[in-house]
């Protein structure tokens, strides 16, 4: 059964850093299309980030609002996903979820909370 783990979410000030991490088991991510979500306070969730399967290249795509300072990545010999966050503001502040999706397969994370305050 495929289950992606979230960690690495907290409180974090105004311009600082943080890195989310997803760990995944029972599927093998680099074989997905994997990307990172968020859902702010009364909210739709929405995408922040894309990274595609290693068959097809590894391309990464950022909203506007997080480029320059989102990074997304994958270790596939942890089977994890990463977004590292820098020069954080409080608009970003939100649940972060991460997706896994294949041919019809769906998957997410339980998420974890990020909140830019000082």
């Known amino acids: 059964q495929a289950q992606l783990v979230e960690s690495g979410g907290g409180l974090v000030q105004p311009g600082g850093s943080l890195r989310l991490s997803c760990a995944a088991s029972?599927?093998?991510?680099?074989?997905?299309?994997m990307a990172w979500y968020r859902q702010g306070p009364g909210k739709e969730r929405d995408l922040v980030a894309t990274?595609?399967?290693?068959?097809?290249?590894?391309?990464?795509y950022y909203v506007n609002s997080v480029q320059g300072r989102f990074t997304i990545s994958r270790d596939n010999a942890k089977n994890t996903l990463y977004l590292q966050m820098h020069t954080l503001k409080p608009e970003d502040t939100a649940v972060y979820y991460c997706?896994?999706?294949?041919?019809?397969?769906?998957?997410w994370g339980q998420g974890t909370q990020v909140t830019v305050s000082s």
């Open positions: 997706n896994a999706q294949k041919y019809g397969y769906n998957y």
């Open positions: 029972g599927i093998i991510l680099n074989l997905y299309r």
């Open positions: 990274i595609t399967s290693d068959g097809d290249g590894n391309i990464t």
